[in-house]
């Protein structure tokens, strides 16, 4: 069982930058972020493969947002720039998925194994 811990959510106004950052307690084949903002589903963002390095985003958030990762920490970061009030939601840490079907814009929340508790991303105009 591998527990994520994610850290770096806060507010910030309009073209502000946050940083958020995800542990994981064990080795991952990929990780990667969802965000779920109030009455919407959960969608994907970004995510990355431990590997080969392979990184995948969402259309919404390519040329902003960047996930990059440490694997000597088993950590995963996304750096926000350009922030958007539209990007305001709970960000979500997943682990062990098919991050590659974020560029079908629908990937399943079910087929991702581990998830972390969220952090807060808010985005004032």
């Known amino acids: 069982q591998v527990q994520l811990v994610e850290s770096g959510g806060g507010s910030v106004q309009a073209g502000g930058s946050l940083r958020l950052s995800c542990a994981a307690s064990?080795?991952?084949?990929?990780m990667g972020w969802f965000r779920q903002a109030p009455g919407k589903e959960r969608e994907g963002v970004a995510g990355?493969?431990?590997?080969?390095?392979?990184?995948y985003y969402a259309d919404a958030v390519k040329g902003r947002f960047t996930i990059s990762q440490d694997n000597a920490k088993n950590t995963v970061y996304l750096q926000m720039n350009s922030l958007k009030p539209e990007d305001t939601a709970m960000y979500y840490c997943?682990?062990?998925?098919?991050?590659?079907?974020?560029?079908?814009?629908?990937?399943?929340?079910?087929?991702?194994?581990?998830w972390g508790q969220g952090t807060q991303v808010t985005v004032s105009s």
């Open positions: 997943a682990a062990d998925g098919p991050f590659h079907t974020l560029l079908t814009g629908k990937p399943r929340v079910a087929d991702f194994i581990y």
């Open positions: 064990g080795y991952t084949y990929g």
């Open positions: 990355i493969y431990t590997v080969s390095g392979n990184t």
